[in-house]
């Protein structure tokens, strides 16, 4: 079954940068679309930013010129590229796969964006 393990999280000032890794295993990553979501205390799980398997990119749009996705399916891992930090962007960060109807999702990873 798929397993997805988060990393690069941490604390940061606004302004800031920080890059997030997924390491995903127990799919056929490369024919996969895949995508970060976060979720901010008190709120939905929202979508950050997805890639298909052939590049196509898409990002909310609160997000879009500052957090940049890519995928290396050599290793089988997403990124996140994430500058310009705000505290909005405080929130537990996660990936999986662009699908509605998850049932998996792994630990994420927390972001916290200080002022």
């Known amino acids: 079954q798929v397993q997805l393990v988060e990393s690069g999280g941490g604390l940061v000032q606004a302004g800031g940068s920080l890059r997030l890794s997924c390491a995903a295993s127990?799919?056929?990553?490369?024919?996969?679309?895949m995508a970060w979501y976060r979720q901010a205390p008190g709120k939905q799980r929202e979508l950050v930013a997805a890639?298909?398997?052939?590049?196509?990119?898409r990002y909310a749009d609160s997000v879009k010129g500052r957090f940049t996705i890519s995928r290396d399916n050599a290793k089988n891992t997403v990124y996140l590229q994430m500058n310009s930090l705000k505290p909005g962007d405080t929130a537990v960060y996660y990936c999986?796969?662009?699908?509605?109807?998850?049932?998996?999702w792994g630990q994420g990873t927390q972001v916290t964006v200080s002022s």
């Open positions: 999986n796969i662009d699908r509605v109807g998850n049932d998996y």
């Open positions: 127990g799919i056929i990553f490369r024919l996969k679309p």
């Open positions: 890639i298909t398997s052939v590049d196509s990119i």
